[in-house]
């Protein structure tokens, strides 16, 4: 079977199918890319296929990119970037992706041969802030996370978003506010029925995204009752972007990705397998 391409609920998707052969509906890993390149849903099935999965990976784009970029132009939420980098674009890019999951996923399972189990769900950078949020304000049941490069704490990703404005960001009440809303270690005791989660961090990540990473897991296995549930897995030579710019289409497969690649497909097989 073929990469299936559609929406659902209005999500724009790349659907890959799963690995070997898969007697009647199978398990369902849903992603979510990042900001950085990959930057489309069918970029990022280029860069974590997977492949080795034995359950649908369904790449979701994000709103404001790919096939709903503002005005078709990549420019143009650079530019909301810097009218207010979180007010006005990493906010309502997160919170979008994760308000119309739940439609999305129903749609899903209606266009495809998937069951309707706890799913897996995986985030990179932005994305992996939309994946937490859907784990702490939702009650989808979710089988297992993983976590590349994530936007734990947005307040750090307000701070590498200030060098496209060329001014440092103008924080108010209500810009504090949000941040505390998509403060993920502070929310970690609300992640919904403590499933295992894979943080994947590239050792070239900026240091404040790292930091983060590390704070997560930290606060993650203090809460869960079985700490080993919550790994953390440092990638050498993996800098924050995980494929070439423009990373608008699908590309090769960077030295760096495939580690990634690979680390992602035991751990998924190994959770939807046990």
Same mark, same amino acid.
């Given at each position: ?8 609920? *209005?999500?724009?998707?790349? #659907? ?7 007697? *009647?509906?199978?398990?369902?890993? /849903? ?12 970029? &990022?099935?280029? $860069? ?9 990976? =369904? ?10 970029? /503002? !005005? ?6 650079? +530019? ?8 006005? &674009?990493? $906010? ?8 119309? &999951? ?11 041969? =998937? !069951? !309707? ?11 992996? #802030?939309? #994946? ?15 976590? =590349?490069?994530?936007?734990? @704490? ?6 590498? /978003? +200030? ?13 504090? *506010? ?5 403060? &993920?270690?502070?929310? #970690? ?38 700490? !080993? ?28 990705? @495939? ?9 998924? /097989? ?5």
């Amino acid at each position: 079977m073929e990469t299936i391409t559609g929406t659902a609920a *209005g999500v724009p998707f790349t #659907a890959l199918p799963p690995a070997g052969a898969v007697d *009647g509906p199978a398990p369902l890993v /849903v992603t979510w890319h990042m900001l950085d390149a990959p930057r489309t849903d069918a970029a &990022f099935a280029a $860069a974590l296929p997977m492949t080795g999965v034995p359950a649908w990976r =369904v790449h979701l784009g994000m709103p404001m990119c790919g096939a709903r970029m /503002v !005005d078709g132009r990549l420019d143009a939420a650079l +530019e909301l970037a810097r009218e207010d980098a979180l007010l006005s &674009f990493l $906010a309502p890019i997160a919170r979008q992706a994760a308000d119309e &999951f739940p439609a999305a996923l129903a749609a899903l399972r209606e266009q495809l041969p =998937v !069951d !309707d189990g706890p799913i897996g769900v995986l985030g990179a950078s932005l994305g992996g #802030a939309v #994946a937490l949020r859907v784990l702490t304000t939702l009650r989808i049941p979710v089988l297992a996370v993983a976590l =590349v490069n994530p936007a734990v @704490r947005i307040r750090s990703v307000v701070g590498l /978003v +200030e060098r496209l404005a060329g001014h440092p960001y103008r924080w108010t009440a209500e810009s504090h *506010g949000v941040a505390d809303e998509l403060d &993920f270690v502070a929310r #970690a005791g609300e992640l919904t029925g403590e499933p295992p989660l894979l943080l994947v961090s590239g050792e070239r990540d900026h240091q404040d995204l790292r930091a983060d990473a590390a704070a997560l897991v930290g606060a993650l296995r203090e809460r869960y009752p079985r700490p !080993d549930e919550v790994e953390l897995v440092t990638v050498p030579d993996l800098a924050h972007p995980l494929a070439e710019e423009p990373g608008l289409k699908p590309a090769p497969q960077l030295p760096a990705t @495939r580690t990634v690649d690979e680390i992602l497909t035991r751990w998924f /097989v190994r959770r939807l397998t046990s």
